[in-house]
Structures are given as structure tokens and as C-alpha cells.
């Protein structure tokens, strides 16, 4: 079984390349049941590559091509490398695989998506005897796509997936990162295209990659990356409930070497609780963010962060806690670390970036906030 984690977003720039980091220091942490290949699907800055091969790749890349069970090329010139790296973990050295196309200015749809995955799941055993590496258990892939250009609103490019053999027998998360402007388009009182096709599209993911445990695979991520043109010193009181109103006074004051958005910080600690779909959460968001004072219409830029806020109080008065904050769904996953070391993170030149990110508060908190 593999585990696929899906990094998306609708904009550049928000921290896709981070949270790729942070998740693979987190699986190399916890490695013993397998290895983790790294798969650089950013076409326009191919960022994780570039940092996770900067002075720790081992050997010449490894290339395959895409082959059909019948022994067809299926994708045409879609040339794939494989290429060992290396992390110190504690003072242990631990290796992984970065991925990337030969041809990265080669465009995925849902189709030659399951192609990527397929190629990966059938080469995964020569790969990992060839480089002499632990069997693969998780695959992260960094992407500058949405997950609507991944993945299709309608069900027959899902039969591939069962074909395929990734279906039903792999753990497939979809990680995305939200910004401002994704949830305005989501608020358009008439549904276009755009808003239809997201929210179809996100009913086939759910629907076909839920597990008994799990009615959704995807993990909301808000971080200081889309949120930071929110206006520090914006009193929100008057657009939060009661228990909202603390959160201000909680975090006022605790600037450190980060920069805490507004409440972040609080959102962090509470406690885990069950997923919460696709569909539920927007409603959520929506819900909150017509709640919200009619100053806000003229910002945007502050409208994520205080939909986020007000859309987990009412999940709280729903899970019957009144007006208190006590916990999140466990898919929501507010980080509220902006540190200054890390706006230079990704230039090309850091020794082990995964490994060194487990000093950085925002590593402690992303391992402590996401589920196991």
C-alpha cells in the first residue's frame, strides 16, 4: 500500500514547497515501515528538486518510461527520473527519492495523472532495490496546479485509478492551501463554471478516495504564506462571537522571531476532531463569511482569516461547546509560524532542508496538528 499526498493550491507562492518539506521530515522521522519518494511536479519553479538534490543527491538519476501492462508507450516522451537523496535525522542518515519529469514543462491532466502514479506504484520495487532503499511507503507530490486540473468532475477518469491497481488498495490526501481570492470565487451567488467544476470535482475525490475511516481525503491547510497581507493590527472583535472576541487578547504581544496572524496560534492548540467533508467545510467558510461586517467587503485581504476563525466557532456551537473554541476538525490545519529564516528557505543552496526544518517552531506544530 502506498500512501499519495497531493500538495494544491490556486495560487503561486503560498507555501506548496514547504509543506513538502514539512511532510517529508515528518515521514523520515517515522520511516521504519518504508521509504518516501518526492515527486516535483512544479513546472514553472521546480523549487523542490532543485533544494532536495542541492548538495545531498547520491549517484546518476535513474530514468523509466512510462509503460502499459501490454507494453504500449502511453505517454509519449514523458521520460521520468528517480534519483536517491539523503537526510541526517537525529544524528541517523536516512535516504529518500526525488522524482521529476525529464521534459517539467510537460502539462498533467486527470488522465496522464494516473499515468504519473501508475509509473511511479509499478517501477516502485526496481527503484528502491536498485538505490538500496527501504520499500516505498508514501509519495508527496509538489505541484503548481489546483486540484480540479489533477483530478476530473466526472467518474470515468476514476475507473483508471482501479485499473491501475491504486484504487482501492492506496491512501490517496489531498493537501490544499487556501488563499482569499479561492474562497471569494466560492461565494459567487451564481454558480459559474469555475465554482461548479470545484465543487463537482471535489464530490468525485471524496467519493471515490474515502476510506471506512475517513469520509474525505482532503486537508484544509491555512498558513502565513496566503494570509500575510492581512492587516496586523485589524480589530476584529466586532466580527467574531464571544468566545472569538479572546483570541486577540490571547495572542497580542507574542512577537518572537515570527510573525502570529491574528489568533493562529490559538487555532493550533485546540483539539482534534473528526474529518470534516469538502462540502461541509465551504458551507462553513460561506456561512461565516456573510456573517462578517460589511467593512470587510472592501478588504479582501483580511476575509480568510476571519472566515477561518468564525467558521470553527460555529463548528464548536454545533459540536455543542456554545461559544468556546475547543476544537478543530482534524483535516483544518491552521499554522501560524512565519519565520523570518524561512523567506529565504527556498533558495537553492541549504544543506538537508528537511532535516534542518525539525528546529523550526513551524515543523513542532505541523507534527503536532496533523492526524496520525
Known amino acids: 500500500m502506498i500512501n499519495w499526498h497531493v500538495i494544491t493550491g490556486s495560487k503561486g ?48 538519476p535513474i530514468s523509466q518510461f512510462q509503460i502499459t501492462e501490454d507494453g ?35 502539462l498533467y491532466d486527470s488522465v496522464s495523472f494516473v499515468d504519473l502514479l501508475y509509473t511511479i506504484k509499478r517501477c516502485a520495487n526496481e527503484i528502491t532495490n536498485t538505490l538500496d532503499i527501504k520499500s516505498l511507503k508514501n509519495v508527496i507530490i509538489d505541484t503548481n496546479y489546483h486540484f480540479c486540473n489533477l483530478f476530473s468532475d466526472k467518474a470515468e477518469p476514476y475507473r483508471f485509478y482501479q485499473d491501475r491497481g491504486i484504487l482501492p488498495e492506496d491512501n490517496m490526501t489531498v493537501w490544499f492551501l487556501w488563499v482569499y481570492r479561492q474562497l471569494d470565487k466560492l461565494m459567487n451567488i451564481i454558480q459559474d463554471i469555475e465554482t461548479t467544476t470545484i465543487k463537482l470535482t471535489a464530490g468525485r475525490i471524496e467519493l471515490n478516495f474515502r476510506t471506512k475511516n475517513n469520509n474525505t481525503p482532503f486537508m484544509h491547510v491555512f498558513n502565513p504564506g496566503a494570509l500575510i497581507s492581512s492587516h496586523p493590527d485589524a480589530d476584529r472583535k466586532g466580527i467574531m462571537e464571544k468566545g472569538a472576541s479572546l483570541l486577540s487578547s490571547l495572542v497580542k504581544g507574542k512577537q518572537k522571531d515570527f510573525s502570529n496572524l491574528g489568533g493562529l496560534e490559538v487555532l493550533e492548540e485546540l483539539s482534534k476532531g473528526e474529518y470534516i467533508s469538502f462540502k461541509k467545510w465551504i ?12 467593512r470587510v467587503n472592501q478588504d479582501p485581504y483580511i476575509l480568510l482569516l476571519d472566515a477561518l476563525i468564525k467558521a470553527l466557532l460555529q463548528w464548536n456551537y454545533e459540536k455543542g461547546y456554545g461559544s468556546s473554541l475547543e476544537e478543530r476538525p482534524c483535516n483544518v490545519i491552521p499554522l501560524s509560524v512565519y519565520q523570518d529564516a524561512l523567506q529565504y528557505y527556498t533558495d537553492k543552496n541549504i544543506k538537508d532542508p528537511a532535516g534542518r526544518l525539525k528546529d523550526f517552531d513551524i515543523y513542532k506544530n505541523f507534527s503536532k496538528l496533523i492526524c496520525g
Request: aromatic fraction near 6%; glycine fraction near 8%; charge should be negative.
Open 13 to 60: 507562492g503560498i507555501g506548496k514547497t514547504l509543506l513538502t518539506l514539512l511532510l517529508l521530515e515528518n515521514f523520515l522521522e517515522n520511516e521504519e515501515n518504508g521509504s518516501t519518494f518526492v515527486v516535483d511536479l512544479n513546472a514553472t519553479n521546480a523549487d523542490s528538486s532543485a533544494i532536495l538534490l542541492h548538495q545531498t543527491a547520491i549517484g546518476q
Open 72 to 106: 504500449k508507450q502511453c505517454m509519449t516522451g514523458r521520460e521520468i527520473l528517480f534519483q536517491k537523496a539523503v537526510s541526517s535525522v537525529d544524528g541517523h542518515i536516512h535516504h529518500y527519492v526525488v522524482v521529476r519529469p525529464a521534459n517539467p514543462y510537460g
Open 283 to 294: 458551507e462553513k467558510l460561506i456561512e461565516a463569511r456573510t456573517q462578517i461586517d460589511e
